[in-house]
């Protein structure tokens, strides 16, 4: 598709950061999320938190335009936090296509095609992780028929789904940051996968990390819980609801 003009797009683009941090509810957040996106061909959008996805929990759904039947088939057949476009979200702050990851002889012919979207499997989609420093705390989906994944599609994007990802847990919470005391996306990925029962060079390889980082997180996660061992942290993280087995 046509790219926008330059001129426009800057305006457009200030006004909808505007309207998002002046929004009074998670719905007026989606809406302008939704609007401006459309000037680049997308069509839907969905959108889910980090640490509730790695943690395998309830509620990691942002927004979504997916319909529930497919989210329930995604279910039985896979988990959500095992796609390999969620995987690399987890690993990568970079933006990316799912035809990227489509065309890719790693991924090609896999499961996974089968339980995307409609919109995703005709037209194409544009995931944009939301990360603060190295951490990811979210991320989204951008889907349309066909549309523009440009290096300025994606860099817009990726401004405006942060900037709706802070406003989001401002409205949630009460601030614009997740709070520091609460455990990281990584702390939580290296104890739902200890809990599972993976060693620590297990799960380093499955995370991109080596062992000795996932010491690391597991001691912070400790740290954060108020605990002094593995079994612990588990434990408290399961009975909190932050991770499920």
Known sequence: MAHLDMADHYSGLCEALTRIRMASSPAAIWINLREFSSRFGYSFISGVDASKLAGGVRGAVLVSDVPEA???????????AK????????????????????????????????????????????????YRDDEPLAGFT????????????????????HAAFEKFVELRDGTALPD?????????????????????????????????????????AKTR?????????IAKALRDHIIAV
């Open 180 to 220: 520091a005391s609460s455990l990281t996306v990584r702390e939580i990925q290296c104890l739902r996968l200890i809990a599972t029962g993976h060693e620590d060079a297990q799960v380093g390889q499955m995370l991109g990390i080596s062992p000795r980082t996932v010491r690391f997180h597991v001691d912070s």
């Open 142 to 161: 951008f889907a349309g028929q066909n549309p523009d994944t440009s290096a300025v599609a994606r860099a817009t994007l990726q401004v405006l789904a």
């Open 70 to 80: 497919l989210h329930a088939n995604v279910d039985r057949e896979l988990e959500y």
């Open 83 to 130: 796609l390999p476009y969620v995987v690399r979200a987890l690993r990568s702050s970079v933006p990316f296509t799912v035809s990227e990851m489509r065309d890719d002889p790693e991924y090609a012919g896999q499961r996974w095609t089968e339980l995307l979207s409609d919109i995703l499997k005709t037209g194409d989609g544009l995931i944009i992780p939301v």
């Open 225 to 233: 819980l108020g605990v002094t061992s593995r079994v612990q942290a």
